[in-house]
Nanobody, 115 residues
Framework: QVQLVESGGGLVQPGGSLTLSCAAS????????MGWYRQAPGKQREVVAD???????DYADFAKGRFAISRDSAKATIYLQMNSLKPEDTAVYYC?????????WGQGTQVIVSS
């Protein structure tokens, strides 16, 4: 059973910053493309960013220039640094680990951007 444990969500004012974390097992981390997705109320889940095992990254258009995904191999953890947050970034953010044998999701962490 693949476990992904997210943390770091919360309430932030527009223009503020927040960093999300997702811890995985070392095996999962070494073998998977890791990513962040989000789902706003009434909307479909969408990709935010992902990072390969070699560290190459890809971002949704809305995330480019504002969000940064990174991975720490020593901690088997990925991060999502979110800057210049907007009310439309409000959503539940999910961590994902994907490889040939796995497509696993974390429990989600709520991000609310509001004044």
């Amino acid at each position: 059973q693949v476990q992904l444990v997210e943390s770091g969500g919360g309430l932030v004012q527009p223009g503020g910053s927040l960093t999300l974390s997702c811890a995985a097992s070392e095996t999962t981390f070494r073998r998977s493309i890791m990513g962040w997705y989000r789902q706003a109320p009434g909307k479909q889940r969408e990709v935010v960013a992902d990072i390969s095992i070699w560290g190459s990254t890809d971002y949704a258009d809305f995330a480019k220039g504002r969000f940064a995904i990174s991975r720490d191999s020593a901690k088997a953890t990925i991060y999502l640094q979110m800057n210049s947050l907007k009310p439309e970034d409000t959503a539940v953010y999910y961590c994902n680990a994907k490889n040939s044998a796995t497509d696993a999701w974390g429990q989600g962490t709520q991000v609310i951007v509001s004044s």
